[in-house]
């Protein structure tokens, strides 16, 4: 099971992910801004961030930069979520530090799959540094 953090300003698109994920067996959290997203990481052994972009005060590609620079938080994959898909977007959270780019409205097999992969990572990351 993973500890899954969702970060979005719109309520609404917390809980379509919430929704589509819940069945996967994993332990969820949300924050409704970046701060509030940071403070729980901190709080919390989180494995992988669902991270909106637009969000007032701080936006998704901030709170990567900062994720990333902190040696506690940089290994933890960053999936963006996002209505904007131009190429200059995606190329902007990759150069911030995430792994994988989604765009709004979710397309429930996509969220899934790629959760998914990142969960598989993780899990081996976690078995490879134990061995």
């Known amino acids: 099971m993973s500890n899954i953090l969702i970060v979005d300003d719109m309520p609404k698109n917390i809980q379509m992910a919430m929704n589509m994920l819940k069945g996967e067996g994993h332990h969820m959290f949300y924050a409704k801004n970046a701060k509030m997203g940071l403070n729980i990481v901190k709080e919390q052994k989180i494995d992988i ?3 909106d972009i637009m969000m007032p005060q701080m936006d998704g590609y ?3 930069k900062i994720l ?3 040696k506690n938080t940089k290994d933890i994959p960053v999936i963006f979520l996002s209505g904007k898909d131009s190429s200059e977007d995606i190329q902007k959270a990759y150069e911030a530090g995430g792994v994988d780019y989604i765009t709004k409205p979710f397309i429930d097999i ?3 799959t790629k959760v998914s992969i990142q969960t598989e990572l993780v899990r081996l990351r976690k078995e490879f540094m134990c061995a």
């Open 68 to 70: 990333k620079s902190d």
């Open 62 to 64: 901030q709170m990567c």
């Open 49 to 51: 961030i669902l991270l």
């Open 110 to 112: 996509e969220l899934k």
